[in-house]
């Protein structure tokens, strides 16, 4: 069997926020004593028990308790646990590998796979740590697993996704300032980039206002408009799209959120026509070998047909 590796990275943005002082803050429900200036990744620990203490203190406020207990059941349907899926990492980031796998006597027959994992910044102080987690967290625990393998694999859906979808880079930024507002309440100063979000009224931080906040891409806005357009799509189905100063930056490729989704989206297409360009060789191959009792003309008219599928989805990748 012959299995075709697809290592998808979320392309993340994740708030710093420094705590005033020597790093210790008045809270309501941390240790006064916690210092969140210290490192997260304590060496005399370890990494899980350095891990615990980061989850312990997610697990103290009510938003914390419930994504815990969501991710807690989702690392169990992968057959791991929680502390299985988390690893230090040079960077945050959620990695969901699609797992493509098929005979080489029998490459229609596809069976695909997804696993995710969880990379927790080594660098990080506890406040950060705690936080970043928690953002990691909520795209592991809410997002869908999508398949850029399937034809409706468009641009235009991936930037939506990544964005204002369920568990999408929106979500996972509110996860992170209610975290924030629960565990230190009205002493802490808000990270500023909370505070843009913040509804004085409900008390409640608005989704409505991060979905249009994380469109604005400043001096880049031609560029995200002319790459999109070069796919064929139509713009004006990003409703949000703005040129108003970006504020929110993917810490992956330091753009605005938008172009960074179209970098994503145009990475992991280069490597799924090369998969498939495979895929149709060992397809022809395989026909070429059919012995003359099988209906070879049927299976290079399905070939030719899914060739045609492949030259138009993929002929910017090859």
Not at 204 to 215: A, P
Request: glycine share 6%.
């Amino acid at each position: 069997m012959l299995i075709g590796k697809l290592s998808i990275i979320l392309i993340l943005f994740c708030i710093y926020q420094g705590m005033p002082g020597q790093g210790f803050a008045r809270v309501l429900f941390v240790d006064e004593n916690t210092d969140f200036s210290s490192p997260w990744l304590d060496h005399q620990l370890g990494p899980e028990e350095s891990f615990k203490k980061v989850l312990r203190i997610i697990n103290r406020s009510q938003e914390g308790r419930e994504l815990l207990q969501k991710a807690h059941k989702k690392a169990y349907q992968q057959g791991e646990t929680l502390l299985d899926i988390i690893k230090v990492g040079e960077i945050s980031v959620s990695d969901t590998t699609l797992l493509r796998k098929f005979y080489p006597q029998n490459p229609e027959q596809i069976i695909y796979e997804t696993k995710s994992k969880i990379f927790l910044n080594k660098e990080l102080n506890l406040m950060d740590g705690v936080l970043d987690l928690a953002h990691e967290l909520t795209h592991f625990t809410h997002r869908t697993a999508f398949n850029p393998y399937l034809k409706n694999f468009n641009l235009i859906d991936f930037i939506k996704s990544t964005i204002e979808g369920t568990g999408g880079e929106v979500d996972a930024f509110l996860t992170e300032c209610r975290i924030l507002k629960e565990l230190f309440g009205s002493t802490n100063k808000y990270n500023g980039n909370c505070k843009k979000l913040l509804d004085p009224v409900k008390g409640d931080f608005s989704r409505e206002k991060g979905v249009e906040l994380f469109y604005q891409v400043g001096e880049y806005y031609k560029a995200t408009v002319k790459t999109i357009n070069l796919y064929g799509e139509n713009v004006n189905l990003l409703g949000n799209l703005n040129s108003h100063d970006a504020i929110y930056i993917s810490s992956a490729y330091g753009l605005p959120y938008p172009l960074a989704a179209v970098k994503e989206f145009v990475s992991i297409m280069d490597r799924v026509c090369v998969n498939d360009q495979k895929r149709l060789s060992l397809m022809k191959k395989k026909s070429a070998r059919m012995p003359a009792s099988v209906d070879r003309e049927y299976h290079l008219q399905k070939i030719d047909k899914e060739y045609q599928g492949f030259k138009q989805r993929c002929h910017k990748h090859i």
